[in-house]
């Protein structure tokens, strides 16, 4: 039986309680402004907040199923809030959840995909009851005729289930969050599915960024970087060659996009550094699509 989700606002605070067991934290309501556009955005986040558990991604939890890859992923998840809860609704994405901040907005891109394993899910039936994966794709059942969610070259069904509006904060909005939140907090197998899929979204990245630049036997820490700044999207690739052509290939990526994003950059620094050896002994192998 699908579990009742139920919100209680104080202030600019949303919490949630399910089945009228002990309210937890969603989020607070921000309002935010795109510089590129001007467009002006109302929605939830919930890091940093100290009413939101500690749930933080931890590479030696998930070294035993991704080696290396658990390591090669944790720098980014720390600029990106660190917990496998983190929630953004409040920018053009309309939904971004998880440590490695899945968006909503791209057809078949990393939230999607997600998305789609999580309803695929058995506790899916406590959650999203009205969600279903349908020859591939997210629909919602309404009556006899499943609705797309999504396609190959739009999500905005989607991004309207989970958020309805960039103008305010609607309870269907706390809600989805609230669900998401539960059901990440209680199932293992939750934050188990944000692990994998992080750590596929960073091999497509390595091997996109090594067919466009050229990345056989470049050492791992030069990767990272590269992968950071591709799944963020903060530089392009004429820039990112640049980088890679000077003499201090890793300082001129990490100073990619750092006048806009000072302190995700910083905090990419810092993360590689206390890295070191684990990732300046590794290079990346074309030939076994991995770090060798």
Same mark, same amino acid.
């Given at each position: 039986?699908a579990?009742?989700?139920?919100i209680?606002?104080?202030?600019?605070l949303f919490?949630?309680?399910?089945?009228?067991?002990?309210?937890?934290?969603?989020?607070?309501q921000?309002?935010?402004?795109?510089? !590129?556009?001007? #467009? /002006?955005? $109302?929605?939830?986040?919930?890091v940093?907040?100290?009413?939101?558990?500690?749930?933080a991604?931890? +590479?030696?939890?998930y070294?035993?199923?991704?080696?290396?890859?658990a390591?090669?992923?944790?720098?980014?998840?720390?600029?990106?809030?660190?917990?496998?809860?983190t929630?953004?609704?409040?920018?053009?994405?309309r939904?971004?959840?998880?440590?490695?901040q899945?968006g909503a907005?791209?057809p078949?891109?990393?939230?999607?995909?997600?998305?789609?394993?999580?309803?695929?899910?058995?506790?899916?039936?406590?959650?999203?009851?009205d969600?279903?994966?349908?020859?591939g794709?997210?629909?919602?059942?309404?009556?006899?005729?499943?609705v797309?969610l999504?396609?190959?070259?739009?999500?905005?069904?989607l991004?309207?289930?989970?958020?309805?509006s960039? !103008?305010?904060v #609607? /309870?269907? $909005?706390?809600?989805?969050?609230?669900?998401l939140i539960?059901?990440?907090?209680?199932?293992?197998? +939750?934050?188990?599915?944000?692990?994998?899929?992080?750590?596929?979204?960073?091999?497509?990245?390595?091997?996109?960024?090594?067919?466009?630049?050229?990345?056989?036997?470049?050492?791992?820490?030069?990767?990272?970087?590269i992968?950071?700044?591709?799944?963020?999207?903060?530089?392009?690739?004429p820039?990112?060659?640049?980088a890679?052509?000077?003499?201090?290939?890793?300082?001129?990526?990490?100073?990619?996009?750092?006048?806009?994003?000072?302190?995700?950059?910083?905090?990419?620094?810092s993360e590689i550094?206390?890295?070191?050896?684990?990732?300046?002994?590794k290079t990346?192998?074309?030939?076994?699509?991995d770090?060798v």
């Amino acid at each position: 039986m699908a579990v009742h989700f139920t919100i209680e606002r104080s202030g600019h605070l949303f919490s949630s309680r399910a089945d009228g067991g002990a309210p937890f934290f969603v989020g607070c309501q921000t309002s935010y402004r795109d510089r !590129s556009s001007g #467009e /002006d955005f $109302e929605g939830l986040y919930n890091v940093p907040r100290r009413e939101l558990p500690k749930l933080a991604y931890k +590479a030696t939890d998930y070294r035993g199923l991704y080696r290396f890859w658990a390591d090669f992923i944790e720098p980014t998840s720390k600029c990106e809030g660190g917990n496998f809860l983190t929630l953004n609704t409040y920018d053009r994405a309309r939904f971004t959840w998880g440590f490695g901040q899945f968006g909503a907005h791209v057809p078949d891109g990393d939230f999607v995909v997600f998305f789609r394993d999580m309803i695929g899910r058995p506790e899916n039936a406590d959650y999203f009851p009205d969600l279903a994966v349908r020859n591939g794709r997210i629909v919602k059942i309404t009556g006899a005729s499943p609705v797309a969610l999504e396609t190959s070259t739009s999500t905005a069904p989607l991004m309207d289930y989970l958020n309805p509006s960039t !103008s305010a904060v #609607e /309870d269907s $909005e706390v809600v989805c969050a609230a669900k998401l939140i539960h059901w990440t907090t209680n199932v293992a197998q +939750a934050r188990e599915l944000q692990v994998m899929h992080m750590v596929g979204v960073f091999n497509r990245l390595m091997r996109e960024a090594d067919a466009r630049l050229g990345l056989d036997g470049r050492s791992a820490d030069v990767c990272l970087a590269i992968c950071d700044i591709r799944h963020q999207g903060r530089a392009k690739y004429p820039a990112i060659q640049s980088a890679l052509r000077s003499n201090r290939p890793l300082a001129n990526l990490l100073a990619l996009g750092s006048i806009a994003y000072p302190e995700r950059c910083a905090t990419l620094k810092s993360e590689i550094t206390a890295k070191g050896a684990l990732l300046t002994s590794k290079t990346w192998s074309r030939q076994n699509g991995d770090f060798v």
